[in-house]
């Protein structure tokens, strides 16, 4: 039996258990991150405030998801937010195209893929990045609110680590909104749980809204995120074109 097992191993998973790689190609991969975050840095300074929309890829237009998330976005941007998505399609385009089609601004981080996944065609700009970490911290980085839409594990990796960043106040207490009840039963049933075990604080079951409802998810997002940071429209903001930056 040990010898099939050491027979199975290969040799990725070899060079793997042999610790930690050569201090060269460590920095490599820094500077590699580092070359990625400055490129979404600089792809997304004039994006101004933003609500990020997170849900799966897999709906496609004419789904009840997918119009559902249209009609949420275009009402979102219409309170003066960009909408920042994935950049992909699925809940991603819906979001963008709703803003798109609403007059408002409509943005994404698009993650890249051994299969190529393309960005979809409503973004007034867009980037694309290597790391999926790197792509979290810009869809967090600019946003004043989430949406959490149905989706997969991306989706539920996404509203996790933004919670999770306003739970331990490491960023500040934006709104999140989960919506769609039937859908997310489960997962609130399991937040409850953790209420009850302890896991978490009591309060920490008010750090989000549960809504089917857009008046509600728009009402709330007004409320907590314009209302309660006071945001004000931006000041237009110059390019400088010795940093080749552009609008």
Request: proline letters at 5%; hydrophobic letters at 40%; charged letters at 25%.
């Given at each position: 039996?040990i010898?099939s097992q050491?027979?199975?191993?290969t040799?990725?998973?070899i060079k793997f ?5 050569s201090?060269?190609q ?7 991150v ?7 840095f600089?792809?997304?300074h004039?994006?101004g405030?933003c609500?990020t929309i ?12 997918f119009?559902?998330t ?7 941007a ?14 991603m385009?819906?979001?963008?195209k709703?803003a798109?089609?609403?007059?408002g601004?409509?943005?994404g981080?698009?993650?890249?893929l051994?299969?190529e996944q393309q960005?979809?065609p409503?973004?007034d700009?867009?980037?694309n990045?290597?790391?999926?970490f790197?792509?979290?911290t810009l869809?967090?980085?600019?946003s004043?609110?989430?949406v959490?839409?149905p ?5 539920l990796d996404?509203y ?7 739970q331990?106040?490491m ?7 989960i919506f ?15 209420k ?20 509600e998810?728009v009402?709330?997002i ?5 209302t ?6 931006e ?8 940093l080749?930056?552009?609008?």
């Amino acid at each position: 039996m040990i010898e099939s097992q050491k027979k199975a191993t290969t040799k990725e998973e070899i060079k793997f258990l042999a610790g930690p790689q050569s201090r060269v190609q460590d920095f490599k991969f820094a500077l590699s991150v580092l070359f990625e975050f400055i490129k979404g840095f600089r792809a997304l300074h004039f994006v101004g405030p933003c609500v990020t929309i997170f849900g799966s890829a897999r709906f496609k237009d004419g789904h009840p998801y997918f119009e559902k998330t249209e009609e949420l976005a275009a009402r979102i941007a219409q309170l003066g937010f960009t909408i920042m998505t994935g950049g992909g399609p699925g809940i991603m385009e819906a979001a963008n195209k709703g803003a798109k089609e609403a007059g408002g601004r409509s943005v994404g981080c698009n993650i890249v893929l051994p299969h190529e996944q393309q960005h979809n065609p409503y973004l007034d700009k867009w980037v694309n990045i290597k790391y999926f970490f790197v792509r979290k911290t810009l869809l967090l980085k600019y946003s004043y609110a989430f949406v959490v839409m149905p989706g997969g594990f991306g989706t539920l990796d996404e509203y996790f680590e933004a919670l999770t960043l306003i739970q331990t106040k490491m960023i500040n207490e934006f709104p999140i909104v989960i919506f769609d009840t039937a859908f997310h039963k489960e997962l609130i049933a399991h937040i409850d749980l953790l209420k009850k075990e302890l896991t978490i604080s009591p309060e920490d079951v008010n750090l989000f809204l549960v809504t089917d409802s857009v008046d509600e998810a728009v009402a709330y997002i007004q409320k907590n995120s314009i209302t309660k940071f006071n945001l004000q429209p931006e000041k237009p903001r110059r390019p400088f074109k010795w940093l080749f930056e552009s609008k």
